[in-house]
């Protein structure tokens, strides 16, 4: 599924209406390069999800977890790694437990200990706006983006 993404705002409302649908042991992964709008992204995600306080991308300290409504979050930056030993070092397994949503910034640097996602978000810098590629990779995958399904309708 190709979107349109034309503002800030409009890439939280994205997000939004994925988080709104997310079960406990979904994963999400965004790439894209600097600046194309992922931590938008998780903030418009968090924001649905309750969250109110600053939502930064953990770059320097890799793994970010929120506690919200009774569910875990855990938005991950993995711009800085440079091998799958950092990664086991961090304990990266452990976070994809089956009860947490995981939220994946660059995940093409966490190989193949990453797996696959429910969900793969490719967002690419258009000018002003954003382009988005959302692949589903699982069923629950396929529900997020029937969920989001007419969308660019209202984001033009």
Known sequence: MQLRIPTAEAMEALAAR???QCEPGTCLFLQ???GAGKTT???G???QAGYQGTVKSPT???VEPYEIAGKTFYHFDLYRINSDEELEG???RDYFDGRSICLVEW???GGALLGK???LIRIQINGQAREAELQAHSPQGQELLDAVEGLNDTTN
């Open 18 to 20: 994925l988080a709104a």
């Open 32 to 34: 894209g390069e600097l």
């Open 41 to 43: 992204f998780v903030r």
């Open 45 to 47: 995600f968090l924001r």
């Open 60 to 62: 320097y300290t890799l």
């Open 90 to 92: 961090i304990g990266l």
């Open 107 to 109: 995940p093409e640097r």
């Open 117 to 119: 996602p429910d969900l």
